[in-house]
């Protein structure tokens, strides 16, 4: 078992991207992304067997006063857990994160997944989904598979004129974002966050698309591309946005753009809970929710987290977020946020 260092970053990133079951969320790049960005320890193992690697894993220490502590795969991320190539492999990276887990007094390994690897760990599976669907080549079939009345939504914000740009820096995408998740009750990232991914992964496979309306921004959306696959993963918009339908128009853009462009023939929208407006709005679109699967090695007397914004627990917490100015939840957000993994 070896952990990764930066001459080998190209090499997990080529197993990553080999892998039937690879996500952007298992590049090398979290590492320092998610290190320098939040302060966290990382752990990124590699089962190695005649100098090739078998199996990797990527790993997150959380500890937190508010919410305890966890090892996850992958933090921050949709997707995660061990990639190998056969079931010893497999072994040798669950046994080498558990240490770590004992070792760093962590009650809880958790991987994040898109289907059950660990049939007697205990598991959440009906708490998110995500939602996945192919593209044609063809902007007018993309157009066309889209349900009717969202189809109007897309086409209402074209005859408004609205049109969609490339921002080369984060910086308008961030003060949409921002106040688009203190709207929901939501701690903010830092502005550095989004600047690092910018930075490590390059406009190759991250970007932002900014949607404008008379010369003014009225939505945003930082992007992720990985092989065929464009993922729309961070997004917000102004009060003007929904009256413009811009949200729906900015999604289309992507859509768009990464068809056109980019040559990517898979949308993945991410991940949603359950019964939520996310959860609707993308169903809208036609998607089917396909249902995530988190699945927890638990140290005796632990139990599975409860991290959510639906949980009674932090509801209060989520209401009086809501209200707060924004200069002040920008200030502190990111130093919860920080934590939430």
């Known amino acids: 078992m070896k952990r990764l260092s930066l001459n080998q970053k190209s090499a997990w990133d080529a197993f990553v991207l080999a892998h039937p079951d690879g996500t952007f969320f298992h590049r090398a790049g979290w590492s320092d992304v998610i290190s320098e960005s939040f302060g966290h320890r990382t752990h990124y193992l590699m089962a190695m067997s005649g100098g090739e690697i078998r ?34 492999a497999d072994a040798a990276l669950d046994a080498a994160a558990w240490k770590i887990a004992e070792e760093s007094g962590i009650p809880v390994l958790e991987y994040r997944s898109r289907r059950r690897t660990r049939l007697d760990w205990p598991a959440k599976d009906n708490l998110y989904v995500t939602f996945r669907k192919e593209l044609s080549g063809s902007h007018d ?43 929901l009750g939501t701690p ?38 990985f092989r065929d696959e464009v993922l729309p993963y961070y997004g917000g918009g102004t009060a003007a946005a929904r009256g ?19 040559g990517c023939n898979l949308f993945d929208f991410g991940r949603s809970k359950i019964g939520t407006g996310a959860f ?24 599975v987290p409860d991290i959510n914004p639906l949980n009674p627990k932090y509801r209060l917490m989520v209401e009086t977020w ?20």
């Open 55 to 88: 199996g990797i894993l990527p790993l997150t220490e959380i500890r937190s006063r508010l919410f305890g502590r966890s090892l996850i795969s992958n933090a921050f991320c949709v997707y995660g857990g061990p990639l190998s190539l056969d079931e010893e």
């Open 188 to 225: 903010v990232f830092s502005r550095r966050y989004f600047e690092r991914l910018m930075q490590e992964f390059g406009s190759e496979d991250c970007d932002v698309v900014t949607i404008e309306h008379d010369g003014q921004a009225v939505s945003s959306v930082l992007n992720f591309y």
């Open 322 to 341: 809501k209200r707060l100015p924004l200069w002040l939840a920008n200030s502190i957000g990111p130093f919860i946020s920080r934590d939430l993994g």
């Open 141 to 183: 079939d993309n157009l066309k598979a889209i349900p009717r009345k969202q189809r109007a939504m897309v086409r209402k914000a074209i005859d408004r004129g609205l049109i969609g740009v490339v921002d080369p820096t984060p910086d308008r995408f961030f003060a949409m974002y921002s106040a688009s998740v203190r709207n």
């Open 280 to 303: 609707s709005f993308k169903k809208n679109w036609g998607f089917e929710p396909e249902p995530l699967v988190y699945e927890y090695r638990l140290a005796p007397g632990a139990e």
């Open 244 to 262: 413009l339908a811009a949200n729906d128009f900015m999604y289309w853009e992507v859509m768009r753009r990464s068809t056109e462009y980019r």
